[in-house]
Structures are given as structure tokens and as C-alpha cells.
């Protein structure tokens, strides 16, 4: 049983629009990440959220930590080629543990 | 800038033989750890250590080994090679200052058993 689930599992779209994918879980988190991979790359950090309600700006992604710190998500603004990529959100189970936990992933294909 | 660096890049073993997996980290990280990744599974936690001659299991262990004997490597060995560890491999990196820090990830390694 996966931890986090991610959704959509891949999303194709085209240049110019905007798109949200979510992670979610029954559990609660002390913080949460996203990371984005590349083919034939590991995964990169993108941004971490702390704080319940939270909400990060990168550009045009924007980033937002559930209220009650059980699920985040992910939206895009005016998605371009180079945002094509697989995203993957990521936790601990405890605040004491330093156990990283992925999602299963959106992979995301932007298309000119 | 090496940060973390995996090898062999890519490795075919035939099922049945063992294999070490290396992982070398230069930026003084106490916690390593070794992932596997499967096509729509994202990425599953195999073994884990928060510092030299500490490790632990993660969540599929099973087939494979870890030491930790200095901070900056963490091999990982395949014991006896199956079909089903067919997968890429990524080993990471982070500093445990926090509960959450920012992982580094190596390039992987792309294993084939057949």
C-alpha cells in the first residue's frame, strides 16, 4: 500500500495551459516535498512544505501543504516543453524518522 | 562538484550471480540510502543508514545487502540475482541535520537480470 498517492499517473498537455496534479494520504506529515526527474536523471528538489495551509511560489509552479497536512498539490501555469517531466512527492512517516517516502509519480508530457 | 556518484551506469547479471552496487557521496552526508524504480511504482525504499556502521531496512529489503563503514560509501549487494530485480537503481543523499532535508540522488544505475 502506497503511502502517498499521486494523481493524475500522467497528464499530457499542450503548450500553454495549466495543469494541477495532487498528493494525497491518510496519514498526516511534518512536511512534504516535491521533486521533478528527467529521463535518465535522479530526482531534483523542487521546493519543501512545512506548514499546514502553506503555499510556494517557483516561477509557475505553485505549491500548496493541505490544511490539515495530509495531502499537497501541485499547479502549473502556462506549462511549457520544458516543464515535461515525472513529478514525485515525498515524506517521512514520522517527524522523528529520516525515511523518505515517494509517491508513485505523475509523469507529465507537455507538447509544443 | 561530484555530489553523489552511482556506478556502474548499466549492468546485465545473469540469474543467480551477485553483484555490488556503488555509491559514493562527497559532501560529508550522515544519511544514505538505496532506492529501486519500477515503471508506475515511483520510487521504493530498499535499505537506508543515518551514519557510518548504522543501517536499517526499508520498504523491500528482501535480496538485498548493505553495509556503511565509512560516511561517504553505501554499496549495495545483490546477494543472488532474480529476474524481479530487474529495476533501476538510485542511491541518495542528505544531510540529517533535519528531518526532511533536501535528498541529492546519484544518475542510477540501469540493472537487467536475465
Known amino acids: 500500500t502506497q503511502l502517498l498517492e499521486q494523481s493524475p499517473q500522467f497528464l499530457s498537455i499542450q503548450e500553454g495551459e495549466n495543469l494541477t496534479v495532487y498528493c494525497n494520504s491518510s496519514?498526516?506529515?511534518?512536511?512534504l516535498q516535491w521533486y521533478r526527474q528527467e529521463p535518465g536523471e535522479g530526482p531534483v528538489l523542487l521546493v519543501t512544505?512545512?506548514?499546514?495551509?502553506e503555499v510556494k511560489k517557483l516561477k509557475r509552479l505553485t505549491f500548496q501543504f493541505g490544511d490539515a497536512r495530509k495531502d499537497s498539490s501541485l499547479h502549473i501555469t502556462a506549462a511549457q516543453p520544458g516543464d515535461t517531466g515525472l513529478y514525485l512527492c515525498?515524506?517521512?512517516?514520522?517527524?522523528?524518522?529520516?525515511?523518505?517516502?515517494f509517491g508513485s509519480g505523475t509523469r507529465l508530457l507537455v507538447r509544443p | 562538484n561530484a555530489g553523489v556518484t552511482q556506478t556502474p551506469k548499466f549492468q546485465v547479471l545473469k540469474t543467480g550471480q551477485s553483484m555490488t552496487l556503488q555509491c559514493a557521496q562527497d559532501?560529508?552526508?550522515?544519511?544514505m540510502s538505496w532506492y529501486r524504480q519500477d515503471p508506475g511504482m515511483g520510487l521504493r525504499l530498499i535499505h537506508y543508514?543515518?551514519?557510518?556502521?548504522?543501517?536499517d531496512q526499508g520498504e523491500v529489503p528482501n535480496g538485498y545487502n548493505v553495509s556503511r563503514s565509512t560516511t561517504e560509501d553505501f554499496p549495495l549487494r545483490l546477494l543472488s540475482a532474480a529476474p524481479s530485480q530487474t529495476s533501476v537503481y538510485f542511491c541518495?543523499?542528505?544531510?540529517?541535520?533535519?528531518?526532511?532535508?533536501?535528498?541529492?540522488f546519484g544518475q542510477g544505475t540501469r540493472l537487467t537480470v536475465v
Open positions: 496519514s498526516v506529515f511534518s512536511s
Open positions: 515525498a515524506a517521512s512517516p514520522s517527524e522523528s524518522s529520516y525515511k523518505l517516502i
Open positions: 541518495a543523499s542528505s544531510y540529517s541535520g533535519q528531518a526532511l532535508g533536501e535528498a541529492f
Open positions: 512544505v512545512v506548514t499546514g495551509g
Open positions: 559532501m560529508n552526508h550522515e544519511y
Open positions: 543508514s543515518v551514519g557510518a556502521g548504522i543501517t
